[in-house]
Structures are given as structure tokens and as C-alpha cells.
């Protein structure tokens, strides 16, 4: 069972900032975690700088951060692509980011399909804000969902379990 949805996540793709097709292949033997984000959101700068400590106490190890831009709540990303990766890049230059998407409803990303199939939300499964984070292991499959509000501690055990393992 587990082959099967690292396979699923692995055959992902998406479109990065520039338009090019960014392809999950890339993330074997990575744990990432990717997280909807919007510049304008109250959640925004405490959540950006969670993730910056993240990223700069793992950059040698094989931790990778996805953020895909989203305006479905409230409509708290910027609408041009460029200021979103500069606004993006004031924080890091670490992060993967990618062209703004819908992560719920009918026209919700394959990338967060796949999410929402593998990670239950509370009261209801859609990711129902902005800084919703998911964790996926090494192996591609799913592991833990974080909420908007709950930050992903940089000693968080799970990650450091899933880094060791690496």
C-alpha cells in the first residue's frame, strides 16, 4: 500500500513560478512539506518566519518547503505573480514556490487533491485556510497535517524522525 501512494505523489506535478512544469519526481528522498500561503494574511509573517527557521535548520539535510500562493480565502494573495515570489523571496530564496492555485472545490489543484484524499481535516476534510501545511516522508506518503494557526515546530519529533531516517 505504501508504494502505491508514494507512487501517486511522485507522478504529481506543478507549475513554478516561471510557468515551467516542476515535476515531484524531483522530491524522492525528501521530506516536504508544503503549505497554501497568501502574503496577506494576519497568519503571513509569523508563519513565514516559522518557515524560515525551518528551512535554515535543515538546509543541509533533506527537508524541502512547496508553498503554493492561494487567493481562495478572502482573497489575501497579491494578484501579480511577480510581486508574490519578490514578497516570498524577502523572507528566503529556499522555498519552491509555485504559480497560484486553488487548493479546494471543484477546480482544487491535483496537489491538494492528493492531500485532502490522504490527510482527514477537522469537521470537514477541504483545507479551510490560508497556512494550511501538510508533511510528506521520504517515501512520498502523507504523514501529518498541520492547522492555519499551528506552527511546525523546528524541533518538531516527527520531522526530526523523518530526517534521521534519511
Known amino acids: 500500500m505504501a508504494r502505491k501512494v508514494s507512487d501517486e505523489f511522485y507522478a504529481l506535478s506543478a507549475k513554478d513560478m516561471n510557468g515551467n512544469d516542476y515535476k515531484f519526481e524531483k522530491l524522492r528522498d525528501n521530506v516536504v512539506l508544503i503549505i497554501n500561503s497568501a502574503t496577506k494574511?494576519?497568519?503571513?509573517?509569523?508563519?513565514?518566519?516559522?518557515?524560515?527557521?525551518l528551512a535554515e535548520r535543515y538546509h543541509d539535510k533533506n527537508l524541502k518547503?512547496?508553498?503554493f500562493p492561494c487567493s481562495q480565502f478572502r482573497n489575501q494573495e497579491l494578484e501579480d505573480s511577480e510581486k508574490v515570489r519578490k514578497n516570498i523571496e524577502r523572507y528566503s530564496k529556499e522555498f519552491i514556490v509555485f504559480e497560484k492555485v486553488d487548493v479546494k472545490g471543484e477546480n482544487a489543484h491535483p496537489v491538494f487533491k492528493f492531500l485532502i484524499k490522504h490527510l482527514k481535516g477537522t469537521i470537514t476534510d477541504n483545507v479551510k485556510w490560508n497556512f494550511t501545511k501538510f508533511l510528506i516522508d521520504q517515501n512520498g506518503i502523507p504523514t501529518k497535517r498541520y492547522g492555519p494557526m499551528e506552527p511546525v515546530n523546528v524541533d518538531d519529533p516527527l520531522i526530526e524522525d523523518l530526517l534521521a531516517d534519511n
Do not use: D, K, R
Open 41 to 53: 494574511c494576519g497568519f503571513a509573517t509569523t508563519t513565514f518566519e516559522n518557515l524560515v527557521a
Open 65 to 67: 518547503i512547496l508553498l
